[in-house]
């Protein structure tokens, strides 16, 4: 055990001792969480094989999982990645700094225990007044996984890293909520066409509109079991769940309001306490209801998901019932999660 210090953050003007002490520990090897655009990161640095060792053991977290290493400018991927084909660099150019994460082909530099082993590395660079600075104050590229245990839901705020990873990590700075509320989108430009392991804040069909055809596989939108090996080791692990069960209702609106009315009614006639995550004002009576805004307004849903199922996990309701939305836009990412933290149990309306 040890003593989390936390720190509080301008996110717009960060205050510079603040970052001078959080880039000290992480020059000595330490781990820093901190705010990004996307979720709080757990931040090491990347090149030091001892401190990203201690990532992959205080979260919990496979050592075959990579974790995406985080820059302060846009040319650090040509110190990272052994090969920055035109593709990257138009992404880059159009979606840089941005909640948008390239896996290209690694260079010597970076440690194979920061790419879980692969001959690969994930890099991006955050939309982030405080992760920039810190990343150029510690004058290393930081690796960053979310900041919570392996498993739950990512955090947005510096409490939920506190609640999961406090007495375990030097430092937090808390910068307030984050603003995406889920992680980044990962595209894999090793392969071609270019593959989609991770849905996230960048809409594939945003970078689609870049790359032409981009590959979306069954994995990358939450669904199935994986025989074969997956392309993303992350994609093989359930992920983003609380404690309680999730059951994700899938479908067109009215026939999802009616289906998720007819579960609250008779998961609470068996004595069980319901939470439900809602749309569009949807009302419940007999559950706890959270809703996370209109359809129409996918950012707002984002920014909420993970806060709202880590609210109702710890009313300690015994399931959460979901509403599902379009897999469009942010609904690809939205419905990923959700379907990773239902681990499977999805209803179709
Ligand atoms: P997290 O850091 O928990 O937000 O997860 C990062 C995601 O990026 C995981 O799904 C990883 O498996 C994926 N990832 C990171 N590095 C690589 C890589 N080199 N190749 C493929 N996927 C990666
Ligand atoms: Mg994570």
Redesign the pocket.
């Known amino acids: 055990m040890r003593t989390t210090r936390v720190l509080r953050v301008n996110p717009h003007e960060p205050e510079r001792e603040a970052i001078a002490e959080a880039a000290e520990v992480i020059r000595a090897g330490g781990l820093v969480a901190f705010p990004t655009e996307t979720v709080y990161g757990l931040g090491a640095d990347a090149l030091n094989e001892r401190a990203v060792r201690r990532i992959f053991e205080v979260k919990g977290r496979p050592p075959d ?4 290493v985080h820059v302060a400018d846009k040319d650090s991927i040509y110190l990272l990645a052994a090969e920055v084909p035109p593709a990257a660099e138009e992404l880059i150019s159009r979606f840089w700094p941005g909640p948008l ?1 390239l ?1 290209l082909k690694r260079t010597e530099l970076v440690p194979p225990i920061t ?2 082993g ?1 001959e ?3 890099v991006r660079m955050p939309a982030h007044r405080v992760a920039l600075d810190l990343i150029r104050e510690s004058g290393v590229p930081i690796a960053a ?2 900041a919570n245990l392996s498993g739950s839901p990512s955090p947005t705020t510096a409490e939920h890293v506190l609640r999961d990873l406090g007495g375990r990590i030097e430092m937090v700075l808390d910068g307030g909520p984050t603003e995406i509320g889920v ?1 980044s989108t ?1 595209i ?1 430009l090793t392969v071609d066409p270019p593959e989609l ?2 849905p996230g804040g960048v809409p594939v069909e945003e970078i689609e509109g870049v790359l032409g055809r981009v590959s979306v596989t069954e994995a990358a939108r939450g669904l199935g079991s994986f025989s074969g090996r997956p ?5 093989k692990y359930r992920h983003y769940a609380p404690r309680c069960r999730v059951v994700l209702v899938e479908g067109d609106p009215v026939s999802v309001r009616r289906k998720v009315a007819e579960l609250v009614a008779e998961l609470t006639s068996q004595g069980k306490r319901v939470g439900v995550l809602a749309l569009d004002g949807a009302e419940y009576p007999g559950a706890e209801v959270i809703d996370l805004g209109p359809r129409s307004d996918l950012r707002r849903v984002a920014r909420s998901l993970f806060t709202s199922i880590r609210e109702l996990d710890e009313r300690g309701v015994d399931v959460i019932v979901a509403e599902g939305v379009e897999e469009r836009g942010l609904g690809l990412a939205i419905m990923n999660r959700l379907r990773k933290a239902s681990g499977g149990e999805t209803i179709r309306a």
């Open positions: 999982n990579p974790i995406i994460t896996v790419c879980g692969l690969t590395v994930a996984p979310s992680e990962v894999d392991l991770r392309r993303s080791p992350g994609m």
